[in-house]
């Protein structure tokens, strides 16, 4: 199995990419068959994103394209298959609630709210060599 700590801590390590709250980012690939043990190796919550093969969790299998959140805060093991390769990411949550609608995060409702009238009236900036516009959704 092979790690890179794309950010934060984990693994008894510390990335060298500034970060600027508790977060990590792990990146792992597997040519056989693994057992990873989460447990104790990262703090907070965490979230598995499986980008190539698949892992065994829960007594499920779970294939590419998914992601798992983990719930419970650190304890998490997992099986991975053949030739996987996840992002496992997460960190400890903010104190204040989130509120989330599409793309759009806020930690006060009428932020998100003032967002949505702004994509809705197509004052964002484009992104360079995009011309096309998504309807907010709803």
Not at 63 to 83: A, F, P, W, Y
Not at 105 to 114: D, M, P, R, Y
Not at 119 to 135: C, H, N, Q, R, S
Request: with cysteine.
């Amino acid at each position: 199995m092979q790690f890179k700590l794309v950010a934060g801590q984990g693994f008894g390590h510390q990335s060298p990419v500034p970060v600027h709250s508790e977060l990590f980012m792990v990146e792992v690939k597997s040519t056989a068959e693994t057992l990873l043990n989460i447990d104790g190796q990262l703090s907070g919550e965490i979230g598995i994103c499986i980008v190539e093969g698949h892992i065994m969790a829960c007594d499920e299998r779970v294939n590419k394209g998914n992601m798992l959140v983990s719930k419970e805060e650190d304890l998490c093991k997992i099986t991975l298959g053949e030739n996987t390769h996840l992002l496992i990411f997460g960190g400890q949550p903010f104190p204040e609630e989130r509120h989330i609608y599409w793309n759009f995060v806020a930690s006060e409702k009428a932020t998100l709210e003032a967002a949505k009238e702004r994509w809705k009236a197509k004052a964002f900036d484009m992104v360079p060599g995009e011309t096309g516009y998504i309807p907010l959704p709803g």
